[in-house]
């Protein structure tokens, strides 16, 4: 069985909401861009602390108790005997080509997963049961689980979907078994929670309790409220001096407004973190491109993107509403966060967002026809098409390009979108009036290692620009990487690349594939005692890697010492019970301590 790794969380879930909210054009260049931030700037001041959106509910009842309902307001929920009766909690899945069992079942008003394999004669070679403490997603495409251990978050191998109304195995679960060693790591959870409170470089490691308020809440779109508060408290603020410590979203110049959405809806192809930043220090009012850059592989006419996955504003401004507007769409123009239709009501209240803009006339097909439809003149129906998502199952997203016509090739202006400065990828977030400004040479470094896996076209410019870096930025981590693959793609070069990879060690990367592959490449080469105290500081940084104890164990087993291996083997196995790779290497260690007690 091939190593297993720890991946981001690979539910999605789809915060789809409608509503009102006023067009109200605005300007895009320079100089307003920075100065929509300034109205904001004391916003972002570390004086300024969150404090929950039960305190913002003291002032904004009606608005609290109607967002409260919306998917965004719950967005995670802790399991509870009431959550438990919106959706079915027994469940036997076997997939065939896992040889894995798996089922959902509930007993003392708690939520269990379990995975377990049996053997050739039907008994059980392993079982492992998991409490389920967080349900995560409102149930739009479905619902994926929580469990934790210590102070970790992990996934729970099964995910329920709403359109068929079934468990099955979580996205990602299809190939590997990760049985409940999965983290959940804070680029997903910043989106899918209101304050989440992951440890910085923590690996899934997160602070007691784990989250500051469990669904997206009043401060994640408004930002830190806490002086805010104080001066309605106190009665300073005055209508006509206004509020600078609270955003409104509506007020800012729309690119701002966009970026609050675009931080959880815009996944882009590669996001790269800003040096020192993590993904709670986005602030709304800000720019988002302060805190993360977001990237794109430019379409090809001959084969065009097919992503929707999170790719709603980038899809919104190739439509030719967004074009024609002269960008004064936004995504708050259709879309009200605090408040959300009911099915059967969506039809008509986004219907009534076009015709702000269109008028009856504006569709060539015949009223009659409209009317003969389920559901009649469903302007969003016919011009933002739902389809599957390929990157999860049994889902599905709304098309934001709002096309013509279902199948609509990409406008002209879709190839036209890179720079001289950057001419092989999009820079999504850009700041207006600063497109063309180049990006730090390591920020490009790290978006090309996100990408090359899946775009070998990267590779060579990845390892090029690593070594243009070797001189300017000799103890950066992602230099250091770098240079470690670089070495890695010509023979006999192992020693170069362990040399890269302990110097990003010693620089205190917290990465799992730096240790792994240091630890695996130190047992190639014959360094075994080195190998050992690397893997070793590995699993103290990252304990709950399998991948980690089995190279120890089989570094153990490489020096002949079958009885420190049983040591790491036999815990790693009651940690990862369904590693197929430990548990062989563990009755490989007993096979040797039993050898070597023999006269």
């Not at 609290?64 to 959550?83: C, Q």
Request: hydrophobic residues 35%.
């Amino acid at each position: 069985m091939p190593a297993q790794r720890p991946i981001a969380v690979g539910l999605a879930v789809i915060l789809i909401v409608g509503g009102v909210v006023a067009f109200r054009p605005q300007p895009v260049g320079l100089a307003s861009a920075r100065a929509g931030q300034a109205a904001s700037a004391r916003n972002k001041g570390a004086s300024n602390a969150y404090v929950g959106s039960q305190v913002c509910a003291k002032c904004h009842r009606a608005i609290y108790n109607v967002f409260s309902e919306t998917d965004m307001g719950r967005s995670i929920s802790a399991v509870s005997p009431k959550l438990l009766e919106k959706f079915p909690n027994s469940a036997q899945v076997f997939d065939a080509k896992l040889n894995r069992h798996f089922e959902v079942s509930v007993r003392d008003s708690g939520l269990y997963q379990t995975d377990y394999e049996t053997g050739a004669d039907g008994k059980e070679v392993f079982r492992d049961t998991q409490k389920v403490q967080w349900i995560i997603g409102a149930g739009a495409n479905g619902f994926g689980a929580i469990v934790k251990h210590g102070d970790t978050l992990f996934e729970g191998p099964l995910s329920f979907y709403s359109k068929t109304q079934h468990w099955a195995l979580s996205p990602g679960y299809e190939s590997f078994d990760y049985g409940f060693s999965r983290p959940i790591l804070p680029a997903c959870i910043t989106c899918h929670s209101g304050r989440p409170r992951p440890i910085p470089d923590g690996n899934g490691r997160f602070m007691d309790p784990p989250f500051q308020e469990l669904g997206v809440g009043c401060e994640n779109c408004h930002g830190p409220g806490a002086i805010h508060a104080l001066q309605m408290k106190d009665h300073i603020a005055t209508v006509k001096g206004g509020d600078h410590f609270i955003v409104n979203p509506a007020k800012l110049p729309l690119w701002l407004a966009d970026d609050i959405c675009s931080s959880c809806h815009q996944a882009g192809d590669a996001r790269v973190l800003r040096p020192g930043k993590n993904f709670q220090d986005f602030r709304p009012g800000t720019a988002l491109d302060d805190t993360e850059v977001l990237l794109m592989i430019p379409p090809r006419r001959d084969a065009p993107a097919q992503r929707d996955l999170l790719e709603h504003y980038f899809s919104m401004t190739l439509s030719k509403c967004y074009r024609a507007s002269g960008r004064r769409l936004n995504c708050i123009t259709c879309h009200d966060p605090h408040t959300q239709p009911s099915a059967p009501l969506v039809p008509a209240v986004f219907r009534s967002r076009c015709l702000t803009c269109h008028t009856e006339k504006s569709c060539v097909v015949p009223v009659a026809i409209r009317q003969h439809k389920i559901p009649p003149d469903d302007c969003a129906g016919c011009h933002m098409p739902k389809r599957d998502v390929k990157e999860i199952s049994h889902s599905v997203l709304t098309n934001h390009r709002i096309v013509r016509e279902s199948g609509e090739s990409y406008p002209d202006i879709a190839f036209h979108l890179t720079t001289p400065q950057l001419p092989d990828l999009i820079h999504i977030d850009s700041i207006p009036g600063q497109k063309d400004a180049p990006l730090p040479s390591v920020t490009l470094l790290q978006a090309y290692g996100q990408l090359m896996n899946a775009h070998p076209e990267y590779r060579d410019r990845y390892i090029a620009l690593a070594e243009k870096l070797q001189t300017s930025a000799p103890k950066d981590i992602p230099v250091l990487e770098a240079l470690a693959f670089a070495a890695l793609q010509k023979k006999g070069r192992e020693a170069e690349a362990i040399d890269y990879l302990e110097r990003a060690i010693d620089e205190n990367s917290t990465a799992t594939a730096d240790f792994e592959l240091c630890g695996s490449l130190l047992i190639r080469v014959g360094r075994l005692a080195e190998a050992t105290t690397v893997l070793q500081r590995g699993i103290r940084i990252i304990p709950h890697d399998g991948e980690l104890y089995r190279l120890l164990g089989n570094g153990y087993l490489a020096q002949n010492k079958p009885a420190e291996a049983n040591d790491v083997l036999a815990r790693a196995s009651q940690m990862f019970p369904e590693n197929t790779a430990i548990r062989a290497l563990l009755a490989e260690s007993l096979k040797a301590i039993s050898k070597n007690r023999e006269p």
